[in-house]
């Protein structure tokens, strides 16, 4: 079946910091890949997607690049923001019915 | 026009009691999906819909039960509550043909 890995986290940054969050999956046929973020009691947003191979997807200055060789997704911010503290999620899905998660990566920023 | 909303916000019940969380969408989207969220985990599916009258299971289906008599409204049933259904509770819709899901605000629900 379907499967999404993420970087065990949590991680914590200070301002301005470069973020990267690892995300590799397997999947059968050709999924789109996603990256959610999902802020304390709030439900999940969607931050960046990617439909196929090469594909860049981003977002709020983030982004992550699909990857078919390397089946990975990883998400990167140059320069992060106490604002930018938050869970994220990398999912993949191969019709809008139902999606693969990973298990969430916790952001902390500290000023 | 409200997206996705899901009722209640929260939820208390004791073991054995059953009760029916509530997921509405305006969006005219043929997919709706109910997930549960447990703390250090990603989402799980429990039930999928692709349409009115067409349900399916997901990865963690046992002790609950979906219906979809319309293309607006998709609830989700817990028959008989446990402890274990202790979780948050995470209702998503998205159109034919597309890849994009739209996730309702979530009901936080405690089993005692």
């Known amino acids: 079946g379907d499967s999404v890995t993420q970087m065990e986290g949590p991680v914590t940054l200070s301002e301005e910091a470069f973020l990267t969050i690892n995300c590799t999956y397997t999947?059968?046929?050709?999924?789109?890949l996603f990256w959610y973020v999902q802020y304390p009691g709030e439900g999940l947003q969607l931050l960046l997607k990617?439909?196929?191979?090469?594909d860049k997807g981003s977002n709020k200055g983030f982004e992550a690049t699909y990857r078919k060789e390397t089946t990975s997704f990883h998400l990167e911010k140059g320069s992060v923001q106490v604002s930018d503290s938050a869970v994220y999620f990398c999912a993949l899905n191969t019709n809008a019915g139902k999606s693969t998660f990973g298990d969430g990566t916790t952001l902390t920023v500290k000023p | 026009n409200a997206g996705v909303t899901q009722t209640p916000k929260f939820q208390v019940l004791k073991t054995g009691q059953s009760m029916t969380l509530q997921c509405a969408q305006d969006m005219n989207h043929e997919y709706m999906s109910w997930y549960r969220q447990d703390p250090g985990m990603g989402l799980r599916l429990i039930h999928y819909s692709v349409g009115a009258g067409i349900t399916d299971q997901g990865e963690v289906p046992n002790g609950y039960n979906v219906s979809r008599s319309t293309t607006e409204d998709f609830p989700l049933r817990l028959l008989s509550a446990a402890p274990s259904q202790t979780s948050v509770y995470f209702c998503?819709?998205?159109?034919?043909?597309?890849?994009?899901?739209?996730f309702g605000p979530g009901t936080r629900l405690t089993v005692l």
């Open positions: 990617a439909t196929k191979a090469d």
């Open positions: 998503a819709t998205g159109g034919r043909g597309t890849d994009t899901q739209y």
């Open positions: 999947a059968t046929g050709y999924p789109s």
